[in-house]
């Protein structure tokens, strides 16, 4: 029992950098809204600072110059501790103010991929500079050992965890009782309300960055003596801290430094039992407590990161539909034919390297680009399936093709797994949970000599089809153009079919996902199914490029397939253009090893400066090109094909509308029950949060034929009813539609039964075009899908004068156009109920009242409506029955005459007494009054 003891105390070292680097986590992001995964990478830059600093030498970050400046001797430890924090302290400034706050108002997400171009920038140049041969540095805590209970355990551990504790202590300290912590929580709170009240969330952010770098470097420095100085080691660093830092949620420093020093002291632990319990994994168990921890706080608590209240939220680049597939894939394949014919030797190698990487680039558009979701772990899924291959092949005797194939769903299972976590979290979350789990991997199967080959690595054999030699060959002959036919071919048919996937509906799906989750399930799209699929498909495509990768070396290692590579990778792809198939295919060339890698290093002797270039740019796309090369060289094809049909005469598209008629060809398309029969019921629906009941005891028979207003003051809980109704609130009652039960049904299932609805932001899918919006909305047809595509969509365009912009990106239109573009999509599917939150929102009156005559069409061909909006002229004209709502209660029901002559829905409105309400009535319509009440709750 006394060893445990002892590893336990041994972790506290370990455990008190993680602390320290979990506490400038959580500064940074609550200065700036960044999770900042460079924070590993930072630390290791202040100890080199430090150690070489103990030598007499300033460490000199810029290449081309001396490594070091000879500062005449060695430094103690109080000026070299002191000189590193102060340089810590400055390049925390320069990163925010050249770097991070130029994505200020950008999505979080946005704002991680920015850090790891720093990481990556950060660990190249130490790389670079100084090597990545380990350096020790002296002593600066005691180093003898403690004798309790007759347990030795190490003084330093125990110094750190004081003096982390110690600095803890401050830091609560200045956050919570001086000036500069009340602004930063307040800017943390709202950064609107820190503008308003005159705070300065820029200076808040400098001060904020510039002390979470000190405490970074603090950390380093301490760890330094007794992990020696390594930078991928270091920069892994950050994925317990960010564990720590997600216990803590990112705001309890106290809570993360705890969570910090438990992850350190169970690793020792697990190191422990690796080697002494023979049934025990012997690698791999150290790596999966931040893991685990990350997944539970994550997963089952299901809550995302905390959000800041941004000013403005920018996306992360357009995945626009591929117009034509056939001629750029000709070119495509000529030109690859041309370059591996025509080159040799290192040349035709890395053609083949670049054809290779396209394919696994191929992965993360299906991942990111399509799905949104921002996976670290497609290289480690590689090397998931290069690894099956090398069993497949040496072990077993599969031969090809069918061996890559299996390795690729090998790799597909896994990354299903790794997708699990998605189906309760989004966005950054999934980034940190991706990144745990490739170093998982890593550690417990490529780096483990029971499973990875040993020292030799993972044998493969060469591929062979009906005789022909496709191997890359060896010695004179190498590499052999065969097998890059083989590649190109594999290459090929993922590209057409990820072009396809783009095309189809599973592929709109996939960006309806991204774009807006709630507004896809009301879509009746799947979400969870969806993003499994993006997962499986993009494993599948990421285990068949490592397949050709192991094809290619002959030999499988961990250092192809390690976490720090797929992060680059990821550079690359993002750079390339992750949302595009041009730009998938552009990162195999760009990669490293790739045929751009090679030229700059024939050309330019630039090959160790190539993951700094790559970080830089990374960097760059993000704050200046979200759509990346590719996706930036598109746009501008797309401008210059659009300037020249303009001066070619072609006629531009026109507003006017062709007059049609709108019943008849409603009537064609819809069909509902029977005039008068019961469609929805809500029995007894209840909604509360916490404390607070938001919807009480709300039950209505909305009858088919009918259009039904649900109307009240702000805060009266009529966006919740609906809510509650279509599924996204959890509530307590019955729901029936067209007499089945749909209460406890999620959304995307209630969507698919007949219940459509909009949303009062409307919720569209900026990247995709008004025709794609719309067609999204079809998902919701479920077996009526046949008659819910190409024709019925175009009858939605006529009807709602969407024609000229059918093909237009929804972000270009007017706030008007963006609500017919919303009832549109709700419309596609054909419901049989729909529920419509503010439609009219954001159109001119005159607007409005040709909206109501739509909705009426809609209602005559017998589609029944539930709708909330504040136009009252529109809901008294055009509703057959009107509920009022107040403080979530029923109060008034009937027609739109009797609700204009009931003084309880004007004194909800006003405030006023019953008296006050009635002597009212006299000299307003009921219409103006709510129109009033409306400006004053505004005000």
């Given at each position: ?298 997963v089952v608590r299901g809550k995302p990161l905390p959000t800041r209240g941004a000013i403005v939220r920018s996306s992360l680049g357009r995945a626009p539909r591929p117009r034509r597939i056939l001629l750029p894939t000709l070119i495509g394949v000529v030109v690859a034919i041309l370059a591996l014919t025509l080159t040799s030797g290192s040349y035709r190698a890395a053609v083949i390297v670049s054809l290779v990487l396209a394919i696994i680039g191929l992965s ?344 039904v207003g649900l109307i009240g003051p702000n805060g009266a809980g009529k966006t919740t009813c609906i809510d509650a109704l279509s599924g996204f609130a959890d509530a307590a009652g019955a729901v029936t539609l067209e007499g089945r039960r749909i209460d406890g049904l999620v959304p995307h299932r209630r969507s698919r039964l007949g219940l459509g609805r909009t949303f009062q932001d409307m919720s569209l899918y900026e990247d995709l075009s008004v025709r794609e ?27 709602l004068d969407l024609e000229s912009c059918a093909d237009d990106p929804v972000a270009e239109l007017s706030q008007g156009r963006k609500q017919l573009v919303s009832v549109a999509r709700a419309l596609a599917g054909r419901p049989r109920m729909l529920l419509l939150d503010e439609p009219a929102a954001g159109l001119a009156s005159s607007e409005s009242r040709w909206l109501g005559e739509k909705l009426r069409a809609v209602r005559n061909a017998g589609v029944t ?75």
């Open positions: 029992m006394s060893d445990h003891f002892v590893f336990l105390a041994l972790g506290l070292g370990n455990g008190a950098v993680y602390a320290a680097l979990g506490l400038a986590l959580v500064m940074t992001f609550r200065s700036s809204g960044v999770v900042n995964f460079a924070t590993g990478a930072i630390a290791l830059y202040v100890a080199y600072t430090y150690g070489f600093l103990r030598k007499g030498e300033l460490l000199n970050p810029i290449p081309g110059m001396p490594t070091t400046v000879d500062l005449g001797g060695p430094w103690g430890f109080v000026p070299a501790l002191a000189l590193s924090l102060l340089i810590a302290a400055v390049l925390g400034v320069v990163l925010y103010g050249l770097v991070f706050r130029l994505v200020r108002n950008a999505p979080p997400v946005a704002k991680a991929v920015v850090s790891i171009g720093v990481m990556l920038v950060v660990q190249a140049l130490l790389a670079l500079r100084v090597g990545t041969t380990p350096v020790s540095v002296k002593p600066i805590l005691p180093n003898g050992a403690l004798t309790v209970a007759g347990m030795r355990i190490p003084q330093d551990r125990l110094w750190f965890a004081v003096l982390m504790i110690a600095m803890t202590v401050v830091l609560v300290c200045l956050f919570r009782y001086t000036r500069f912590g009340l602004a930063t929580r307040a800017a943390a709170e709202s950064e609107k309300g820190a503008l308003v009240t005159g705070l300065s969330p820029d200076r808040i952010a400098f001060g904020n960055w510039a002390l979470s770098t000190v405490v970074a470097g603090i950390g380093g420095i301490l760890i330094a003596p007794i992990v020696p100085l390594v930078p991928v080691s270091y920069s892994l660093f950050v994925i317990p801290a960010l564990a720590a830092a997600l216990v803590g949620n990112f705001t309890a420093m106290g809570v993360t430094v705890a969570a910090g020093f438990a992850i350190g002291m169970l690793q020792s632990e697990m190191t422990h039992l690796q080697a002494t319990v023979d049934w025990f994994p012997q690698s791999g168990m150290a790596e999966l407590v931040p893991l685990v921890l990350i997944l539970a706080f994550l993360q558009v299906v991942v990111t680009g399509f799905a949104g979701q921002i996976s670290l772990a497609q290289l480690p899924l590689a090397g998931v399936g290069a690894f099956t291959l090398s069993r497949l092949t040496t072990d077993w005797g599969i031969p090809f093709p069918l061996a890559p194939i299996l390795g690729a769903l090998a790799a597909t299972v896994i990354g299903v797994i790794v997708g699990l976590p998605a189906l309760r979290i989004r966005g950054l979350p999934v980034t940190v949970v991706t990144l745990a789990l490739a170093v998982f991997l890593e550690f417990v199967w490529f780096r483990n000599t029971d499973l990875n080959g040993g020292m030799q690595g993972a044998q493969v054999e060469p591929p062979t089809l009906f005789g022909i030699d496709l191997s890359i060959g060896s010695g004179a002959g190498y590499p052999r153009v065969a097998f890059g036919f083989l590649c190109l071919a594999v290459l090929v048919i993922v590209a057409v079919a990820v072009a396809k996937l783009r095309t189809g509906r599973l592929g709109a799906a996939m960006l309806a996902v991204r774009a807006d989750e709630r507004a896809a399930a009301a879509s009746g799209i799947d979400v969870s199914r969806t993003k499994l699929l993006a997962f499986a498909i993009g494993a599948f495509i990421a285990g068949l490029g490592g397949s050709l990768m192991a094809y290619q070396q002959t030999v499988v290692t961990a250092e192809s397939y390690t976490t720090i590579g797929g992060i680059a990778l990821f550079a690359m792809i993002y750079i390339a253009g992750v949302t595009l198939v041009s730009g998938g295919i552009l990162s195999g060339v760009l990669g490293t090893g790739g045929l751009m890698f090679i030229l700059l290093d024939r050309l330019l002797g630039f090959a160790d400066y190539y993951a700094i270039i790559g970080g830089v740019l990374l960097t760059f796309t993000v704050i200046s090109y979200p759509e990346g090369i590719a996706g930036h060289f598109a746009e501008r094809i797309a401008r210059l094909q659009a300037a020249l049909r303009a001066r070619s005469g072609r006629p531009e598209k026109t507003d006017v509308a062709v007059p049609i008629d709108t019943q008849t060809e409603l009537s064609t398309m819809l069909s509902g029950g029977p005039e008068g029969a019961v469609v929805l019921t809500a029995d007894g629906l209840t909604v509360t949060h916490g404390a607070v009941t938001a919807l009480a005891d709300f039950s209505i028979e909305v009858r088919s034929g009918e259009i919006n719309v067609a999204v909305g079809t998902f919701t047809a479920g077996p009526r899908a046949g008659k819910a595509g190409g024709p019925w969509i175009d009858t939605l365009f006529r009807i409506v539930l709708i909330v909006d504040h136009d009252m002229d529109l809901v008294l004209e055009l509703c057959d029955r009107i509920v009022v709502l107040d403080l979530g209660r029923i109060i008034a029901d009937g027609t739109p005459d009797e609700i204009r002559g009931n003084p309880a829905v004007v004194a909800a409105y006003l405030g006023a007494t019953r008296e006050g309400a009635g002597e009212l009535m006299t000299t307003a319509s009921a219409g103006e009054l709510m129109t009033t009440a409306k400006a004053e709750a505004g005000s």
